[in-house]
């Protein structure tokens, strides 16, 4: 399996805190060795950082860890591989362009002979279970708005129905962000947390890091984290 | 306008020499300073790094400088914004995926009043020529190929008409893969050298730095560097 991290605020923000803890995961703390990525929205563009190596040795992550990228859409991914080699193509997150805006998606769980035919737009590069699950998401949204991104409400129950049916097929925890809207589907394993005033120090579980919040940010910040497991261990 | 850098080789190979020279023109030895950009293929896989800040000072420019990585296919590019603002969703290279491949292109030049209608599949995320150009070819490529990834000699007459149709509406050098085949289209300004045995020392223009590749390489290595212009000044 996998582990999951995002973070969604109201004003472009940095993750090194929480990465710093999550990137510990892939090889130190916990044995998701098999790559590692990241995607940062900013504004339109979005930049992912990807490696197979663990995210605890990786010169990449030491500069995701270190220098801070600001942005309120951010999906990061430590790999354990269940299908697919491990290679680059296998890394998480995906990327796709639909409507003239990039989508990424990252997933946690296992789908177990999930091999969705015919094949239509959107398809794999790597052998992951997650990935066709990416593509069919999207061919599903692509073929029910054909004209452009639809408003939420039209949008969600399309998004809804194909993430039940390929919930069928096994444990389906994932990430979605287009840098506008942002999902986050629980099917066995996904906590939450909204930082917001009053802000106050955190404490990260995986490494001896403490921050107080409450000197970088602003009353009206707003910041949720998505994890698989907490990453602090005296927030609630 | 912009630069562009390639590499092809027959093993992979690290651009550690090449992108130490060429990112010093993005705002030390020369004014490319809107952004910059580089994609790696690893097998199926990609990388691309991008960065809104000139190459010269941005940390993850200096990553890529140290950090060997080894690819058979990579392209670079460097901004001078001419269309569209200092954005990450401006910066070179663009990815899209076509019949499973993840394909890259990076563009030098201008293409005037370049709007075209109807947008099919692949919508430009940002506000470039280039993208937009990108997103024309791919359109032109699977429409004319709906069932998979043709060879090469069916691929290259539909490519070529495309290019030279596009190449109407300005200057239009680009590079373009899909990590197996790599496509360079010289409208003005590009230039390469095939480097092989026997190999000598190399000395780059923009900065005083020396490679002897006889000492790196194996009689069979054989790398191709295609560039805007010239990046060392002792080879023809």
């Not at 916990?30 to 992912?48: K, M, N, Q, V, Y």
């Not at 769980?109 to 069919?136: H, I, R």
Request: charged share 20%; hydrophobic share 40%; aromatic share 12%.
């Amino acid at each position: 399996m996998c582990q999951l991290l995002g973070m969604n605020c109201n004003v472009p923000t940095d993750i090194c805190f929480s990465f710093e803890g999550f990137s510990a995961r892939g090889g130190k703390t916990d044995e998701h060795r098999d790559g590692w990525g990241i995607a940062f929205f900013e504004g339109l563009g979005c930049r992912t950082f990807l490696d197979v190596k663990p995210s605890i040795a990786s010169p990449i992550a030491e500069v995701v860890r270190r220098y801070p990228i600001h942005s309120t859409h951010v999906i990061a991914h430590i790999r354990k591989a269940t299908q697919g080699e491990i290679a680059l193509e296998n890394c998480h997150p995906f990327q796709r362009e639909l409507w003239g805006r990039y989508w990424v998606f990252a997933h946690n769980g296992n789908l177990a002979n999930f091999d969705p035919q015919p094949v239509e737009f959107y398809q794999a590069v790597g052998q992951t279970d997650s990935e066709k699950a990416f593509c069919l998401i999207l061919n599903t949204l692509r073929a029910a708005f054909p004209d452009g991104k639809p408003a939420l409400e039209n949008l969600y129950p399309v998004l809804r129905t194909i993430t039940h049916t390929i919930a069928q097929q096994g444990v389906f925890n994932y990430l979605l962000s287009d840098g506008d809207y942002f999902f986050a589907h629980c099917s066995t394993k996904l906590c939450y947390i909204v930082r917001q005033a009053p802000f106050a120090a955190a404490h990260l579980i995986d490494q001896d890091v403490t921050v107080d919040f409450q000197e970088l940010t602003k009353p009206s910040d707003r910041v949720a984290i998505i994890a698989t497991i907490p990453l602090t261990d005296n927030e609630a």
